[in-house]
T-cell receptor, first 112, second 108 residues
Framework: DAGVIQSPRHEVTEMGQEVTLRCKPI?????LFWYRQTMMRGLELLIY????????DSGMPEDRFSAKMPNASFSTLKIQPSEPRDSAVYFC??????????FGEGSRLTVL | TQLLEQSPQFLSIQEGENLTVYCNSS?????LQWYRQEPGEGPVLLVT?????EVKKLKRLTFQFGDARKDSSLHITAAQPGDTGLYLC????????FGTGTSLTVIP
């Protein structure tokens, strides 16, 4: 079975541009998580969904960030407008009954 | 506020040496997990510990959960270059919150 699939793997954009990161979780998993990883702050939980419903978005840094999960096989994380301090690796992870996280390979975002 | 503190932050050792890394918090966990992350990859689960005082072994890796379920340790025996990576502890509940991580480099 395919693992968690994220796209794009790398994104370089200019400040002020909109960025959309995509995630396809493992089929049958009922939880989906978005994390951001930086050297300074480590792996931060941004938001998580259960059965496509957002449960906790308290980790979303500000209103420029939004996440959706329109169906069980797809989620997006959008940043609009992007800023240089948003540069990080963004990970999507899924799990079944919250037992174990399966991570994608990450999307490395650079905002110039 | 960092709920999970890991130490040391960085560790560089020679192949064949033993090492221990730590994960500490002031909170009690229902369960705790250890993950390893290699460069360019996402973290991968190594083990889940649930019971206070529990010890689990995975080949050369030994994981211990503190009696009070507030801390955990990971001991690696005879480290190998393939053990190089970022070791993360995470407490589990409804969410998965990760510690600050220990970056391990094993020099051949």
């Amino acid at each position: 079975d395919a693992g968690v699939i994220q796209s794009p793997r790398h994104e370089v954009t200019e400040m002020g541009q909109e960025v959309t990161l995509r995630c396809k979780p493992i089929s049958g998993h009922d939880y989906l998580f978005w994390y951001r990883q930086t050297m300074m702050r480590g792996l931060e939980l941004l938001i998580y969904f259960n059965n496509n419903v957002p449960i906790d978005d308290s980790g979303m840094p500000e209103d420029r960030f939004s996440a959706k999960m329109p169906n069980a096989s797809f989620s997006t994380l959008k940043i609009q407008p992007s800023e240089p301090r948003d540069s990080a690796v963004y990970f999507c992870a899924s799990s079944f009954r919250n037992r174990e996280l399966f991570f994608g390979e990450g999307s490395r975002l650079t905002v110039l | 506020t960092q709920l999970l503190e890991q130490s040391p932050q960085f560790l560089s050792i020679q192949e064949g040496e033993n090492l221990t890394v730590y994960c500490n918090s002031s909170s009690v966990f229902s369960s705790l997990q250890w993950y390893r992350q290699e460069p360019g990859e996402g973290p991968v689960l190594l083990v889940t510990v649930v019971t206070g005082g529990e010890v689990k072994k995975l080949k050369r890796l030994t994981f211990q959960f503190g009696d009070a379920r507030k801390d955990s340790s990971l001991h690696i025996t005879a480290a190998q270059p393939g053990d190089t990576g970022l070791y993360l502890c995470a407490f589990t509940g409804n969410q998965f919150y990760f510690g600050t991580g220990t970056s391990l480099t094993v020099i051949p």
